[in-house]
């Protein structure tokens, strides 16, 4: 709500092999307003304790480039 980011989709997985039995795996889709927006959001879950992990094709999404 903070960097009003529309949430798409939520997904979540605490059965994969990769996740402990304390955490759970979670995809958020979200809808933003470009770049620059997409990098604060990243770095406000950055700053919350977050680990984020940016799934797209472009590898320049959420860096600043």
Not at 45 to 58: K, N, P, Q, W
Request: aromatic share 4%.
């Amino acid at each position: 709500s903070e960097h009003e980011a529309n949430i798409y989709a939520l997904r979540h997985d605490r059965t994969s092999r990769d996740v402990s039995m304390d955490d759970a795996e979670i995809d958020i889709d979200l809808e933003t307003r470009g770049h620059d927006h997409v990098a604060r959001v990243i770095a406000g879950l950055e700053e919350a304790g977050y680990d984020i992990e940016v799934l797209t094709g472009r590898e320049d999404i959420g860096t600043g480039r």
